[in-house]
């Protein structure tokens, strides 16, 4: 069976239904094959026809991980296009240069996202740090489809925003907020939201950096941050590292303050 699919590609030698075909239906997710022939039509500008069963490459998207850079125009149209979609399944989404606001990668958080993927990473679009506040509803409310890794790179986060985030995501085993500007001066109030937390590992990695939230100078902020996360005593339990890689703290200083707030049987690497 054939179609014309999203973006006009022609899909053949696929089983099943058309794009048409599951729109009439009113079957919103795409089967992992259809999707397969689409995405490599988009990594193929020239191409125009994809036999789902003669193409070898495209076997190399079978490990389901998936990245979007959202400064090229070719993704971004095919993620515009996937509405009214939801992508099937992935193990990883990586969305690489994140504008700080654009409607069409908001609504494909709020409409297209997968219903379950492993795991998740977003980065913004020069490597500055960026506000959130644009994407992060969405960001939360996609929080449970994403069940083992969370990171989030290079963005300022404030005391409310970190609370909410890792309160969203405390289900998962790897929480991450890395590159970040964490602005914290007040402790985050953690006790009754981390009820039943699973997160293992918190990698706060050039987060404390001199160019990012500079915790050498801002020692108290970093203190606060430690003392919000030793709150929460289902968190104490499920804790077992956090990364503090190039982030102006010393070990000795580190071990400390974790002490302090109930923490002492966590790792820390640094």
Known sequence: ????????????????????????????????????????????????????????????????????????????????????FTLPNFKIINLYKLKEKDKRIKDFLSSSFPHKIEKMMAY?????????????????????????????SNFLINVRQFGRLITAYKHVQEFGLTYCILSTPVVPNLSGTMKNARISTIDFSYSGADYTSDWNKNSQEFENLIEGLGSSEDLRLS?????????????????EILRNNRLSKIFIHM
Request: proline content about 2%; overall charge neutral; some cysteine.
């Open 1 to 84: 069976m054939k179609g014309r699919g999203i973006l006009g590609v022609e899909v053949l030698g696929l089983s099943g239904f058309s794009v048409e075909e599951k729109v009439k239906m009113k079957e919103k997710e795409i089967e992992f094959e259809v999707f397969k022939a689409l995405w490599l039509m988009i990594r193929h500008e020239k191409l125009e026809t994809v036999y789902l069963n003669s193409v070898s490459e495209i076997e190399e998207t079978s490990s389901k991980s998936l990245s979007f850079v959202l400064t090229k125009k070719k993704e971004i149209d095919f993620i515009e296009s996937l509405q009214p």
């Open 239 to 255: 804790l077992k590292l956090i990364l503090l890689d190039d982030c102006g703290i010393q070990k000795h200083n580190a071990d």
């Open 124 to 152: 913004p679009f020069n490597y500055a740090n960026h506000t959130f506040s644009y994407y992060f509803d969405n960001i939360i409310k996609i929080s449970y489809k994403v069940h083992k890794q969370m990171v989030l």
